[in-house]
């Protein structure tokens, strides 16, 4: 057996996080391998050894049976290892050639002309579509991606990685890619996709290998696989956690979802015909592979979401069950102000919603600022609120004006959280409030969350973690594709069911129970 | 007719001196830094070129004229380029603020200017080099004669402004049909893209700020060397020509070769003034003239509004104009 690439004993860690352990894995020529796994399973890192942009901690590499040190992307050219990034790295104002041409080696003469009909060569041999004189910002995503594709390949690549590349297209631009990637498969070329995508793996791919939390668990050839015997190898056995979860009491109807559908900027539906409803009192969990509609659902009932026509979000103010509000269409702030409340924790944590170089006191007061005899706003309120969601959410901070930027990400999450919880919502939605935070102060949130539920406030919790999710919350909606795929209990339901629903559409969508 | 040709023997030179602001600062920009210091710039480059040819004539016991010539420029784009310096290395390797730095540049190159030039004024209120203005105003021989009108409005130009239209024409070429003008227009537009390409980002700021700095100071070199006479003097008159040749970027939507056609549209507009009210036989009060000056700073705000509505991508400004780039952690 030839192998193009092969990972032995591969081990990179970020900080304390382990991103990959032991990992080792083989790349035959002329294969479509995928790289399954759930979100931070350490796929796109593994991948990213190969390509350059990370070198390993331990663990060797070789490269057509020869061992190799790949430090920087240009490394990785010269071995013909290309990568396609999700996020194209492409000049906007410049012609496709223009971006092929840029970064040569300098040993290859600038001619323009010549480098154009190399360009229309690779093009016509594995059949890309490709207008080479057009600028970058006049193309859609699956132009650009295939840019990406063609500019690797013109340098030489052998074995081309793919990151989640269906992640942005249409289904009939799939196709064209899988065509394209089938050809490059005839010439020999090894080709990995990162991807999470169940039946895209079935369709495409020869051979399967999945991550698990940073591990290496196997690899499948694909006429042997199925989605169940996927799905069971990459979510693995459900791990019991303890996470304190009282039972519902007095459940009320606080929002009412129906048809909700919201196009992103390139016109492509993010939210498909959405419609579930939230209750007082319970947590609705919000479960779905990243990018699949999370934040879009949870920023379209907070106001921040421009939606389709048709779209309804009812929400059903605390003594006024009986006449609905209606959310769309409303500013955020007036949602705010009816009770309905986001706390989202961004990849950079202090993206959205803190002021970095403002102390406690300030964030606090970010939400009150019209509060007081105006023009001169209260300070006296958001300072109390400072003192007592450091002192009950034990934020460690040397006092309560230290810049929250200067704080640890829990720390800056605890103030996120507290500074919502503490405004007394009827609806609280979170997004990965514990992403980057440590088991300890993981649990002080789910427990913080579940005395919400207590009060009667409904919760809308998005998470990453499936156990957390079917140990915390009492239903679970489940995403995919930016549809409902399905709602499940929390207490019966299993990992392989939510996992299932996860990369799996059902056919004709979800039924609301 | 005799009023026309007045105009534009008035407002070529003028053009050329914010013809060669500007074109440095088309070269900066396109690498992505915003340097406000385009006027302090010029005045350490006219000051520069002076006070070498001042003290060349001065002490050489034979002064010549081409001598005078070579180290006027040679000082003036050395002492620009040390202007650029300061700013690269403030803002690309400690990344400082580029419109606060490039506005304090402007001060400083101000005051470098003013301070060294009261030793060569020594109390008087102005002082001139007369023989680097002969060799910098020098006609050309034969086309500034022969052709009537054709020389008088054409030909009759020291040869900074000549240079000055090649130096565009090449800037063109090089940023458009070279390795080198892709890479930088790629540094301007988006560094993260150009690094991960192999391009070395911090270089090519540098030297792209540095060499534009070059080039505007040639702008205050001819202007006091050729425009005003071989004179220097204590008028703050260097620094709204600076600020003019950024407009000018503006107007030129960051193309070189758009900047030849419009400083002198801007040289018109500016000398408007002095010629209009003549050529329609009327006479404005002195407040109206001020006024009139005014016009190329207007034309400059409408053009960008033109630009901001259309929309068209080629003619914004580079993408990260103004921004510091900073590697992503690897």
Same mark, same amino acid.
């Given at each position: 057996?030839?192998?193009?690439?092969?990972?032995?004993?591969?081990?990179?860690?970020?900080?304390?996080?382990?991103?990959?352990?032991?990992?080792?894995?083989?790349?035959?020529?002329?294969?479509?391998?995928?790289?399954?796994?759930?979100?931070?399973?350490?796929?796109?890192?593994?991948?990213?050894?190969?390509?350059?942009?990370?070198?390993?901690?331990?663990?060797?590499?070789?490269?057509?049976?020869?061992?190799?040190?790949?430090?920087?992307?240009?490394?990785?050219?010269?071995?013909?290892?290309?990568?396609?990034?999700?996020?194209?790295?492409?000049?906007?104002?410049?012609?496709?050639?223009?971006?092929?041409?840029?970064?040569?080696?300098?040993?290859?003469?600038?001619?323009?002309?010549?480098?154009?009909?190399?360009?229309?060569?690779?093009?016509?041999?594995?059949?890309?579509?490709?207008?080479?004189?057009?600028?970058?910002?006049?193309?859609?995503?699956?132009?650009?991606?295939?840019?990406?594709?063609?500019?690797?390949?013109?340098?030489?690549?052998?074995?081309?990685?793919?990151?989640?590349?269906?992640?942005?297209?249409?289904?009939?631009?799939?196709?064209?890619?899988?065509?394209?990637?089938?050809?490059?498969?005839?010439?020999?070329?090894?080709?990995?996709?990162?991807?999470?995508?169940?039946?895209?793996?079935?369709?495409?791919?020869?051979?399967?290998?999945?991550?698990?939390?940073?591990?290496?668990?196997?690899?499948?050839?694909?006429?042997?696989?199925?989605?169940?015997?996927?799905?069971?190898?990459?979510?693995?056995?459900?791990?019991?956690?303890?996470?304190?979860?009282?039972?519902?009491?007095?459940?009320?109807?606080?929002?009412?979802?129906?048809?909700?559908?919201?196009?992103?900027?390139?016109?492509?539906?993010?939210?498909?015909?959405?419609?579930?409803?939230?209750?007082?009192?319970?947590?609705?969990?919000?479960?779905?592979?990243?990018?699949?509609?999370?934040?879009?659902?949870?920023?379209?009932?907070?106001?921040?979401?421009?939606?389709?026509?048709?779209?309804?979000?009812?929400?059903?103010?605390?003594?006024?069950?009986?006449?609905?509000?209606?959310?769309?269409?409303?500013?955020?702030?007036?949602?705010?102000?009816?009770?309905?409340?986001?706390?989202?924790?961004?990849?950079?944590?202090?993206?959205?919603?803190?002021?970095?170089?403002?102390?406690?006191?300030?964030?606090?007061?970010?939400?009150?600022?019209?509060?007081?005899?105006?023009?001169?706003?209260?300070?006296?309120?958001?300072?109390?609120?400072?003192?007592?969601?450091?002192?009950?959410?034990?934020?460690?901070?040397?006092?309560?004006?230290?810049?929250?930027?200067?704080?640890?990400?829990?720390?800056?999450?605890?103030?996120?959280?507290?500074?919502?919880?503490?405004?007394?919502?009827?609806?609280?939605?979170?997004?990965?409030?514990?992403?980057?935070?440590?088991?300890?102060?993981?649990?002080?949130?789910?427990?913080?969350?579940?005395?919400?539920?207590?009060?009667?406030?409904?919760?809308?919790?998005?998470?990453?973690?499936?156990?957390?999710?079917?140990?915390?919350?009492?239903?679970?909606?489940?995403?995919?594709?930016?549809?409902?795929?399905?709602?499940?209990?929390?207490?019966?339901?299993?990992?392989?069911?939510?996992?299932?629903?996860?990369?799996?559409?059902?056919?004709?969508?979800?039924?609301?129970? | 007719?005799?009023?026309?040709?007045?105009?534009?023997?008035?407002?070529?030179?003028?053009?050329?001196?914010?013809?060669?602001?500007?074109?440095?600062?088309?070269?900066?920009?396109?690498?992505?830094?915003?340097?406000?210091?385009?006027?302090?710039?010029?005045?350490?480059?006219?000051?520069?070129?002076?006070?070498?040819?001042?003290?060349?004539?001065?002490?050489?016991?034979?002064?010549?004229?081409?001598?005078?010539?070579?180290?006027?420029?040679?000082?003036?784009?050395?002492?620009?380029?040390?202007?650029?310096?300061?700013?690269?290395?403030?803002?690309?390797?400690?990344?400082?603020?580029?419109?606060?730095?490039?506005?304090?540049?402007?001060?400083?190159?101000?005051?470098?200017?003013?301070?060294?030039?009261?030793?060569?004024?020594?109390?008087?209120?102005?002082?001139?080099?007369?023989?680097?203005?002969?060799?910098?105003?020098?006609?050309?021989?034969?086309?500034?004669?022969?052709?009537?009108?054709?020389?008088?409005?054409?030909?009759?130009?020291?040869?900074?402004?000549?240079?000055?239209?090649?130096?565009?024409?090449?800037?063109?070429?090089?940023?458009?049909?070279?390795?080198?003008?892709?890479?930088?227009?790629?540094?301007?537009?988006?560094?993260?893209?150009?690094?991960?390409?192999?391009?070395?980002?911090?270089?090519?700021? %540098?030297?792209?700020?540095?060499?534009?700095?070059?080039?505007? #100071? +040639?702008?205050?070199?001819? &202007? !006091?060397? $050729?425009?005003? =006479?071989?004179?220097?003097?204590?008028?703050?008159?260097?620094?709204?020509?600076?600020?003019?040749?950024?407009?000018?970027?503006?107007?030129?939507?960051?193309?070189?070769?758009?900047?030849?056609?419009?400083?002198?549209?801007?040289?018109?507009? %500016?000398?408007?003034?002095?010629?209009?009210?003549?050529?329609? #036989? +009327?006479?404005?009060?002195? &407040? !109206?003239? $001020?006024?009139? =000056?005014?016009?190329?700073?207007?034309?400059?705000?409408?053009?960008?509004?033109?630009?901001?509505?259309?929309?068209?991508?080629?003619?914004?400004?580079?993408?990260?104009?103004?921004?510091?780039?900073?590697?992503?952690?690897?």
């Amino acid at each position: 057996m030839e192998y193009a690439v092969q990972l032995k004993n591969v081990t990179k860690t970020f900080g304390k996080v382990v991103a990959n352990k032991d990992v080792s894995l083989d790349i035959r020529k002329g294969e479509i391998l995928s790289l399954l796994g759930e979100n931070g399973s350490g796929k796109t890192t593994l991948m990213n050894m190969i390509a350059g942009i990370y070198y390993p901690d331990e663990g060797e590499i070789f490269v057509n049976g020869a061992p190799v040190e790949i430090r920087s992307p240009k490394d990785a050219y010269n071995l013909g290892i290309g990568m396609i990034h999700q996020h194209f790295k492409l000049i906007d104002v410049f012609t496709a050639v223009e971006n092929i041409a840029l970064g040569l080696e300098k040993s290859e003469k600038f001619d323009m002309k010549a480098i154009q009909a190399k360009t229309q060569e690779i093009c016509d041999r594995y059949h890309f579509d490709l207008n080479l004189s057009q600028k970058v910002y006049e193309m859609s995503v699956s132009q650009k991606q295939t840019l990406e594709i063609v500019k690797v390949l013109y340098r030489g690549a052998d074995i081309l990685i793919l990151d989640e590349p269906t992640a942005v297209l249409t289904p009939q631009e799939t196709e064209r890619l899988f065509e394209v990637i089938r050809n490059m498969k005839n010439d020999n070329k090894s080709v990995i996709i990162i991807t999470h995508k169940l039946h895209e793996v079935l369709e495409i791919s020869d051979r399967v290998a999945i991550l698990r939390k940073g591990e290496y668990i196997g690899a499948v050839d694909t006429k042997d696989a199925t989605e169940n015997s996927l799905t069971e190898m990459m979510v693995g056995k459900k791990v019991e956690l303890n996470i304190q979860r009282s039972e519902p009491e007095n459940t009320v109807k606080r929002l009412s979802i129906s048809n909700l559908t919201v196009y992103n900027k390139e016109k492509v539906k993010v939210l498909d015909d959405i419609s579930f409803d939230a209750y007082g009192g319970e947590i609705l969990g919000i479960a779905g592979i990243s990018g699949n509609g999370q934040k879009e659902l949870l920023e379209a009932i907070a106001g921040l979401q421009v939606t389709a026509e048709g779209s309804s979000i009812r929400f059903y103010e605390r003594g006024k069950e009986s006449s609905p509000m209606e959310l769309v269409g409303r500013t955020p702030k007036k949602i705010r102000d009816a009770g309905i409340h986001l706390a989202f924790v961004p990849e950079d944590r202090l993206g959205m919603g803190l002021v970095g170089s403002m102390g406690m006191t300030g964030n606090m007061l970010l939400k009150s600022y019209g509060r007081g005899r105006l023009p001169i706003t209260d300070t006296k309120g958001p300072k109390q609120l400072a003192e007592r969601v450091k002192k009950e959410l034990e934020v460690v901070t040397p006092s309560i004006n230290t810049p929250v930027s200067r704080l640890s990400g829990g720390n800056v999450q605890k103030v996120l959280v507290g500074r919502e919880i503490a405004e007394e919502p009827t609806v609280l939605m979170t997004a990965y409030a514990v992403r980057g935070l440590d088991i300890n102060t993981s649990y002080t949130i789910y427990n913080l969350l579940d005395e919400e539920k207590k009060k009667g406030v409904a919760v809308i919790y998005v998470g990453e973690d499936l156990d957390v999710l079917i140990d915390l919350c009492d239903r679970i909606l489940v995403l995919c594709d930016g549809k409902a795929n399905g709602i499940v209990e929390g207490r019966r339901t299993t990992k392989e069911e939510v996992g299932l629903l996860m990369t799996n559409l059902k056919k004709g969508g979800a039924e609301n129970e | 007719m005799s009023n026309l040709i007045a105009w534009i023997i008035r407002a070529i030179p003028f053009g050329t001196i914010i013809m060669f602001g500007s074109m440095g600062e088309i070269v900066t920009e396109k690498s992505g830094n915003l340097n406000l210091g385009v006027p302090g710039i010029m005045y350490l480059g006219g000051f520069a070129g002076f006070a070498s040819s001042y003290y060349y004539e001065k002490l050489s016991p034979d002064p010549k004229g081409w001598i005078c010539v070579i180290i006027a420029l040679s000082a003036a784009i050395l002492a620009s380029m040390f202007g650029g310096l300061i700013f690269s290395f403030l803002t690309i390797t400690l990344r400082a603020n580029q419109n606060v730095t490039g506005l304090a540049l402007t001060t400083f190159g101000q005051g470098v200017a003013n301070f060294f030039g009261v030793f060569i004024l020594n109390g008087s209120s102005y002082s001139a080099a007369p023989l680097a203005n002969a060799a910098f105003a020098k006609k050309m021989p034969f086309l500034s004669s022969k052709f009537g009108v054709i020389s008088k409005t054409v030909f009759s130009y020291g040869f900074l402004v000549y240079v000055a239209i090649i130096l565009a024409v090449v800037l063109h070429y090089v940023l458009n049909k070279t390795r080198v003008g892709l890479n930088l227009r790629a540094v301007g537009e988006n560094p993260g893209t150009a690094d991960a390409a192999g391009i070395n980002v911090t270089k090519y700021k %540098y030297l792209a700020t540095c060499l534009g700095a070059g080039i505007s #100071g +040639i702008g205050g070199l001819y &202007y !006091v060397l $050729d425009y005003n =006479q071989g004179i220097w003097a204590t008028t703050g008159q260097i620094e709204a020509l600076g600020w003019l040749a950024v407009a000018l970027v503006i107007f030129t939507t960051w193309k070189p070769l758009n900047a030849i056609w419009g400083a002198y549209l801007f040289g018109m507009l %500016y000398w408007l003034y002095q010629f209009l009210p003549s050529l329609l #036989g +009327i006479k404005v009060a002195s &407040y !109206v003239t $001020d006024l009139i =000056q005014m016009v190329p700073y207007v034309v400059t705000i409408i053009v960008l509004v033109v630009i901001s509505f259309r929309k068209k991508k080629e003619n914004q400004p580079p993408e990260s104009l103004g921004l510091s780039y900073f590697r992503e952690e690897r």
